[in-house]
């Protein structure tokens, strides 16, 4: 009978621990609620972005945003060509004196039309100075070619693949470049006094 009666309070003891614990536990955590503060900050920021726009020119002091096809014309003075006969004429690119970024300049493609452009062919290179002779002068030694090399030529319907970008700074970074466009040697006798016209892309990417 009494180990019965010590169990009975043993147990008693015990349950009672474990509400009381319980209690504190649930206590201990609306006290945490209640301690807890808050602030915010704010902070924000203004953006602008950069200019990068370009000219171009084929006439010495004419420039102008030649964007849409035909754009400025290359004077060739091309009425008389015949086989391996070089023609030369030269094209200047700029930024203008609103952009606030340099970036890079590469000829991007070629449009043609009519029935000589088969046998057109073409080379040309890129100087950082605007005055550069453009004759045959401008292709020896070691130019830095955006088409065609010292030895090749490329079809007048094809660019470089990749594309030579050349650098250009802002504002009003000027790049010369030198074209020199012949027929073909062999070009069969059918292809005389016929006429054809390349249009030229140039693309400007921002830094």
């Known amino acids: 009978m009494a180990k019965h009666i010590a169990r009975f ?3 008693r003891f015990t349950r009672g621990r474990a509400i009381l614990a319980g209690a504190l536990v649930l ?3 609306a006290t945490m609620v209640l301690a807890a503060w808050t602030d915010s900050e704010n902070v924000k920021g203004a953006f602008s972005a950069s200019t990068f726009n370009t000219e171009s020119s084929t006439v010495s002091g004419v420039w102008a945003s030649n964007t849409t096809s035909p754009g400025a014309g290359l004077a060739f003075n091309a009425t008389s060509m015949s086989p391996t006969v070089s023609l030369y004429a030269w094209v200047n690119v700029r930024t203008t ?3 606030s970024v340099g970036g890079s ?7 043609t039309s009519g029935p000589l452009v088969p046998v057109l062919e073409y080379r040309a ?5 605007v005055g550069t002779i453009c004759d045959g002068s401008a292709f020896t030694g ?7 090399s010292s030895s ?14 050349s650098p250009i700074t802002a504002p009003g970074g000027e790049l010369r470049y030198c074209f020199e466009v012949r027929v073909q040697s062999g070009a069969a006798n059918s292809y005389q006094g016929q006429a054809g016209t390349v249009n030229w892309l140039f693309t400007g990417i921002s830094n």
């Open 27 to 29: 206590g201990l955590g």
């Open 105 to 111: 300049i590469a000829l991007a493609s070629a449009s």
């Open 125 to 129: 290179v890129g100087t950082k100075a």
């Open 142 to 148: 070691t130019p830095a070619f955006i088409a065609g």
């Open 152 to 165: 090749t030529y490329l079809a007048v319907t094809t660019v470089a693949v990749p594309s030579v970008a």
């Open 97 to 99: 004196a609103a952009s």
């Open 9 to 11: 309070r043993y147990q």
